[in-house]
């Protein structure tokens, strides 16, 4: 790709290459036994030896086509200096094992999510399930996909008969705070749905799978990647009251569901709390 302004498609081939090795590497890691466990905010934010491995294996290829790109991945932060800046800049967003307490359990949910950010906007975006082989792709106007099926989420346009995915944060203050938002929407969906694995729950409400998704506490690299597939699959992507979406808030529907979800999950504080 050189030196020259890439676009959304060139991003994504090189993402696709990078994220399928790097796959490869977490699921050969976890047939191993996972090693190294530590944890990070509190006792149950597992991180291992494999979300290590897999994002230095991930930065080091893509400085090798790439060297003058950034990198900003969840165990080591920006590893490349401040983020660039000037036409063409390249910022990659990068998740090495989303869902990493499935993958310390063996459960079949866990992925790797990588995100190419392009003068500051994200254009292309790769989420593979490092278990299952399950791939999601978008680039920025350019649909969202999945082994050759473009995604249109759910038809779905009843809350009473959605199935809502969502997620919980570590801390015990902001979960208590979570689960008093889960009593008082459950009662008024299909359902709810919790794999434990963020990038792949947007994923999931991308192509149908679920009708809807929220949840507080995201970071940058559990969204960007699976952010972009949803909102080219048609979904709706945002914050409460018009904010992006972000640490506060993630909520992905299709439209005629969005504001329904939204004005539940404002009454209900779901922005609020630790």
Same mark, same amino acid.
């Given at each position: 790709m050189g030196s020259s302004r890439p676009t959304a498609e060139e991003l994504l081939e090189l993402a696709l290459e990078v994220a399928r090795s790097a796959a490869d590497t977490a699921r050969r890691m976890r047939a191993e036994g996972v090693s190294a466990v530590a944890t990070k905010s509190t006792a149950t934010d597992v991180v291992t030896a494999a979300d290590r491995a897999v994002e230095r294996q991930v930065v080091a290829a893509l400085r090798q086509v790439r060297p003058d790109d950034t990198v900003l991945g969840e165990e080591y932060g920006s590893?490349?200096?401040?983020?660039?800046?000037?036409?063409?800049?390249?910022?990659?967003?990068?998740?090495?094992?989303?869902?990493?307490?499935n993958y310390l359990y063996g459960l079949p949910q866990y992925a790797v999510s990588l995100a190419a950010e392009l003068d500051g906007e994200v254009v292309a975006g790769v989420v593979r399930n $490092? +278990?299952?082989? /399950?791939?999601?792709? @978008?680039?920025? &106007?350019?649909?969202?996909?999945?082994?050759?099926?473009? !995604?249109?989420?759910?038809?779905?346009?009843?809350?009473?008969?959605?199935?809502?995915?969502?997620?919980?944060?570590?801390?015990?203050?902001?979960?208590?705070?979570?689960?008093?938002?889960?009593?008082?929407?459950?009662?008024?969906?299909?359902?709810?749905?919790?794999?434990? $694995? +963020?990038?792949? /729950?947007?994923?999931? @409400?991308?192509? &149908?799978?679920?009708?809807?998704?929220?949840?507080?506490? !995201?970071?940058?690299?559990?969204?960007?990647?699976?952010?972009?597939?949803?909102?080219?699959?048609?979904?709706?992507?945002?914050?409460?009251?018009?904010a992006a979406p972000g640490p506060d808030l993630v909520i992905a529907a299709p439209p005629a569901l969005f504001d329904p979800l939204h004005e539940r999950l404002a009454r209900l504080d779901a922005a609020g709390g630790p």
């Open positions: 590893t490349a200096g401040p983020a660039p800046s000037g036409p063409g800049a390249v910022r990659w967003i990068l998740d090495p094992i989303d869902g990493t307490v $490092a +278990a299952t082989g /399950d791939e999601w792709t @978008a680039t920025l &106007g350019g649909g969202a996909w999945q082994d050759g099926r473009k !995604l249109s989420g759910s038809t779905e346009t009843d809350l009473g008969q959605a199935l809502v995915a969502t997620g919980f944060g570590y801390d015990p203050a902001r979960r208590a705070h979570q689960a008093g938002v889960l009593a008082g929407l459950i009662t008024q969906v299909r359902d709810v749905r919790r794999f434990g $694995a +963020a990038a792949i /729950d947007l994923c999931l @409400a991308a192509e &149908g799978s679920v009708d809807a998704y929220y949840e507080k506490g !995201l970071n940058h690299w559990d969204h960007a990647a699976g952010g972009l597939i949803a909102a080219e699959a048609g979904l709706r992507v945002a914050g409460l009251a018009g």
